[in-house]
């Protein structure tokens, strides 16, 4: 299941390694983009494959989940909103959940090396994306292809992790060649799906995760010092791109607003982010507990499905993680989640220009693109989330890396 070769402490990343884990990981992650299209039953086939990965080793299992037990606190706390929510049979059983998608992940992560890791990511994303795009359909209007999904955004995130996982195989030529051109080959189409797509916070975020990717390539290849100047001239370029949108800002808005068909609501995400800092002045330290916002017959969640003519009332959000964490859990615990993820980050990015390989670079340009989307959408906790399950992993990898492991 594995390829590996000596290289930055690990086994030969050119020869094939079968690894149960790493296979329950590749068909856990499947069952999770699929779970939309099949409903239950992928749900259900995630928690035999999960309690299957648990119960293999229960006692290693017992220990790897207790060592992680400060990340097991970030689920909890949806668990314990149960005291206060406003639905919370929901948040009960949409807590609990949550805890068993951390609990896999936590696994997954902790039982693989990076690379194995990261092959069970890129192939389960390929599967998904080769499958949509042989049974997939466009929009009735037209605007936008679904796949096999229920929404082109859903479609669009889809194909954006397989650009990311799929364009760094590219870059390391210690990887198998048969790899490797599969990596260019779903790299094309990644990007055919992407356009098709046709979600512009999708595509930037790509397009800045590729950027980044790229960008560490090349920093790896330099001395210390040329390091340093090309981050500074780096710094200094964005620095005066952000000046000179600034002073040109009307024609900027006036060019992206008609390129992408966005109005200046930036299609009524403004609008939804001004009710979301009214809600969480409402209720600041606790929220309305998880996930028991965007439920029939809560008031304001009516009024703006109306607003939206969003007749099936699900499927709905605040287009900000921060924002619908913030709302749902209380703005301390958001900005305390908020800040772990983006440590996380940090310390993947550094890791990858440390040490370039196919993983590396992929978590780097994976956290990149979090960042960059949790701007305009909500990235992450859900339970039964491949996105999710890929978050944790990272952070898993964040800890490992500073223990020295």
């Not at 799929?166 to 992407?194: E, H, I, K, Q």
């Not at 979301?276 to 996930?291: D, K, S, W």
């Not at 772990?340 to 956290?367: L, Q």
Request: aromatic letters at 14%.
């Amino acid at each position: 299941m594995t390829a590996q070769t000596a290289h930055g402490g690990y086994p030969y990343r050119n020869e094939i390694v079968i690894s149960p884990t790493a296979l329950f990981a590749t068909l856990a992650l499947f069952i999770l983009h699929i779970t939309p299209k099949i409903g239950t039953l992928g749900a259900l086939g995630f928690l035999i494959v999960g309690c299957f990965l648990i119960l293999r080793q229960p006692w290693r299992s017992r220990d790897e989940i207790v060592d992680m037990w400060w990340l097991l606190a970030l689920p909890g706390w949806t668990v314990l909103s149960v005291l206060w929510s406003d639905a919370p049979a929901l948040s009960l059983r949409y807590g609990i959940l949550l805890t068993f998608t951390f609990m896999v992940a936590i696994l997954i992560a902790r039982r693989l090396s990076p690379l194995n890791y990261y092959k069970a990511v890129f192939y389960s994303f390929a599967a998904v994306n080769i499958i949509s795009a042989v049974l997939g359909r466009e929009r009735a209007d037209g605007l936008g292809f679904l796949g096999i999904f229920h929404s082109k955004n859903a479609m669009a995130s889809t194909a954006s992790m397989l650009l990311i996982s799929a364009a760094p195989l590219f870059f390391d030529r210690s990887l198998p060649r048969w790899l490797r051109y599969s990596g260019v080959a779903m790299t094309l189409l990644a990007a055919l799906l992407l356009v098709k797509a046709q979600s512009v916070g999708a595509i930037l975020a790509s397009v800045g995760a590729l950027a980044v990717a790229v960008g560490i390539v090349l920093l790896s290849r330099t001395s210390a010092w040329k390091r340093f100047f090309l981050l500074v001239m780096m710094s200094m370029l964005l620095l005066l791109a952000i000046l000179l949108i600034m002073a040109n800002f009307s024609h900027v808005e006036s060019w992206f607003f008609h390129s992408t068909g966005k109005d200046v609501t930036l299609t009524g995400r403004t609008d939804l982010w001004a009710i979301a800092i009214r809600q969480i002045a409402e209720r600041p330290v606790l929220g309305t507990g998880f996930q028991a916002f965007w439920i029939p017959g809560q008031p304001v969640a009516e009024e703006i499905w109306a607003q939206f003519g969003i007749a099936s009332k699900s499927g709905f959000h605040f287009h900000n993680t921060l924002l619908t964490n913030a709302v749902e859990l209380g703005l301390p615990f958001a900005l305390l989640q908020t800040g772990i993820v983006f440590w996380a980050g940090y310390v993947v990015i550094v890791w990858a220009i440390r040490d370039v390989r196919a993983e590396t670079i992929f978590f780097a340009a994976f956290m990149i693109r979090q960042f960059v989307l949790s701007l305009v959408e909500v990235t992450y906790f859900f339970q039964f989330d491949p996105i999710t399950v890929i978050t944790v992993g990272a952070m898993v990898y964040a800890i490992r890396l500073r223990r020295g492991e």
